[in-house]
């Protein structure tokens, strides 16, 4: 939702909190600001817009003073200003916060302050923390900030500075995520890993209710009692480099092209000699995954796609009952589970507030919960039952996709192993599954080195303002997500379909002015139907572009434009089928002039309800 960095050491903080908080950009981007102490003195520099476009105006990094905080905003409660930009500060001008979450009492709270005679600048929920602070303050920003925090309704990741403290910087979480990070006489706070990795590799994720007092060379956990905690310190594997774009355009077109390195990444480890090796990280007996007779994956977006993709797979092989929930419906819903029935949340983030609740309601219903989740040590991973992780490594751009195409191969090795346990499939018949898998990321090269068609492509379409996308089977949910690809960075208002869905309404959309992408690779369940599905839309005049087994060339008699993706499993070929269409949605958005990490009213990490 939103970006914070923190920094205190013997360096000038602005440069480095500037720096981190770009790489932090794609939590937000409606406004930016920072504040450090300067000679006992807080100096704040704000101002909407992205952070490239404040630094026209205002010099960021030439602030003074080697301890300071930086915000970068997704807009909750208060409209896009620079009064409501963070920091925020106290009436006296001695504290300065930034904040990421939700304070839900924050209407009385400001009702109590104003009472005491604090004035407001800004019509946001965050102010209201920097006036309790100085409410409570007598000398001791620890204390004062804790007090104030025993107050507060809601989430929060917090950063705050004292210009009377100027040798403490304070973090405090509940519900945001908030990392600190431990370097040479020099720490850090940031709301993820990308924005310190520079520095240090040596981080402690804070755990809900719990307050952090950095100094330079030095730090103290302890939580919302005071009573001291010891912490781990979790050492990151990423490479700075690899948080960066190396050398391409947008995160988004270098993750799109990292697809066969996450997914080999991904299956590290995990296949040995023909056989699945999950079980460590499964952290299930036998006895309890023997019990499972039913499944419920519960996400939102992309992760929400690559459930409905899971299903398949899991009740084609594995023989066993899956339902997909939204987890933003689960969890207020009264949902049957019980001890017999497994929860897989899956997540990229592993910070989303929906699919954290939905996995909270799992809990109290007594079923275990297994996350897949793509950031270690993340909300989500910390309160499953067991995590198979996906290590796309960092995803930065707004819109998800080597992070789902990972998700989809953990869901596949995850699904080989129950048909092992179930004996749904005999030891062979995984074996071949298996190999087919080990080719996926060799395919998914060959599908990377040639973009011309697609290319041409989005050249054409891009200046439509609607379309539609057809899958059957196991191409429904990937239609989903190349819809959602197209609508989210080029703004064009896409829907995707169950192929046969369009006799029932959609077609009456049908011109030629309508571009239809139909996912229709060959299959053996549903392949004629879906050219006779082209065939209606043909006779509407539309225009159909068909994502093919490569060889068809029954399709290229009938489709507008065909790209070929390399012949597979029928249920490999969704992962494969999703590439064209993440490059298409791609070259639309830059076509278009628009940035795809960061488009209009979206963030990454979408950590409030
Ligand atoms: C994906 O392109 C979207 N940005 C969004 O739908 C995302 O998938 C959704 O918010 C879920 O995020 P998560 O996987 O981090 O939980």
């Given at each position: ?248 355009e947008h995160f988004m077109l270098?993750?799109i ?140 751009g707004v819109a998800?996709t ?83 690809k197209?609508?989210e960075v080029s ?94 949605a791609y070259y639309v958005a830059t076509?278009r002039?628009l940035d795809p990490d960061k488009p ?10």
């Open positions: 939702m939103c970006g914070i960095i923190g920094y205190i050491g013997n360096s000038k903080a602005a440069p480095i909190l500037i720096e981190g908080l770009k790489r932090l950009e794609y939590r937000g981007y409606d406004s930016a600001g920072i504040s450090t102490i300067d000679k006992n003195n807080i100096i704040v520099e704000k101002d909407i817009g992205k952070i490239n476009e404040i630094e026209n105006k205002i010099n960021f990094s030439g602030l003074d003073g080697n301890i300071g905080i930086s915000h970068c905003r997704w807009a909750t409660h208060g409209s896009v200003t620079k009064e409501n930009a963070h920091p925020h500060l106290d009436c006296s001008g001695n504290i300065s916060i930034v904040h990421n979450g939700i304070i839900e009492n924050f209407s009385e709270l400001k009702q109590k302050l104003i009472k005491n005679g604090h004035k407001f600048s800004s019509s946001t929920d965050t102010e209201v923390i920097a006036h309790l602070i100085e409410d409570n303050y007598n000398g001791d920003i620890e204390k004062a900030t804790r007090n104030a925090l025993k107050q507060i309704e809601g989430s929060y990741a917090l950063g705050v500075i004292c210009s009377k403290e100027p040798d403490k910087l304070i973090a405090a979480r509940n519900e945001s995520p908030l990392i600190l990070g431990l370097g040479k006489d020099e720490n850090f706070i940031a709301s993820d890993v990308p924005a310190i990795l520079k520095y240090t590799n040596k981080v402690i994720y804070l755990e809900n209710n719990e307050m952090a007092v950095l100094t330079k060379n030095n730090y103290l956990i302890k939580d919302i009692n005071g009573n001291k905690i010891n912490k781990k310190i979790v050492e990151i594997d990423w490479d700075s480099e690899l948080a960066e774009k190396s050398g391409y270098k993750e092209h990292e697809q066969p390195r996450a997914i080999t990444e991904t299956l590290n480890g995990r296949i040995e000699n023909g056989n699945i090796n999950i079980k460590e990280e499964l952290n299930l007996s036998n006895e309890e995954l023997q019990k499972i007779s039913r499944i419920v994956i519960v996400a939102c977006g992309t992760s929400w796609h690559a459930a409905l993709v899971g299903e398949f797979m899991l009740e084609e092989l594995a023989k066993i009952p899956v339902e997909i929930e939204y987890a933003s419906e689960f969890r207020y819903r009264n949902p049957v589970i019980n001890e017999n029935t497994l929860v897989i949340a899956i997540s990229q983030s592993g910070e989303t507030a929906d699919t954290l609740s939905a996995i909270r309601e799992a809990k109290k219903r007594n079923t275990k919960v297994v996350s897949i989740v793509n950031v270690k040590g993340s909300s989500i991973s910390r309160e499953s039952d067991s995590v198979l992780y996906t290590y796309a490594g960092p995803e930065i998800s080597k992070a789902f195409t990972a998700q989809l191969v953990v869901l596949y090795l995850f699904t080989l192993f129950m048909s092992g346990l179930k004996k749904s499939l005999d030891d062979e018949k995984i074996k071949e599954l298996l190999e087919k898998l080990r080719k996926l990321p060799l395919q998914m090269e060959t599908l990377l080195n040639d973009n011309k068609e697609i290319k041409r492509i989005s050249d054409i379409y891009k200046d439509k303002h609607n379309a539609l996308f057809l899958g059957r089977g196991v191409n429904f949910p990937i239609a989903l997500e190349g819809a959602l197209l609508k703004y064009i208002h896409a829907e995707g379909y169950p192929a046969a869905e369009m006799k029932h309404g959609p077609i009456a959309l049908i011109d030629k002015n309508m571009p239809v992408v139909f996912i229709a690779t060959k299959d053996i369940y549903t392949y004629k139907k879906v050219l006779g599905n082209i065939q209606e839309i043909k006779a509407r005049d539309g225009i159909v572009i068909a994502i093919a087994t490569e060889g068809d060339e029954e399709i290229k008699k009938i489709a507008d434009y065909v790209i070929e993706i390399p012949k597979t499993l029928y249920i490999l070929s969704s992962i494969l089928a999703v590439i064209p269409l993440q490059l298409l076509d002039n209009r009213n979206l963030s990454k990490s979408v950590t409030v309800e």
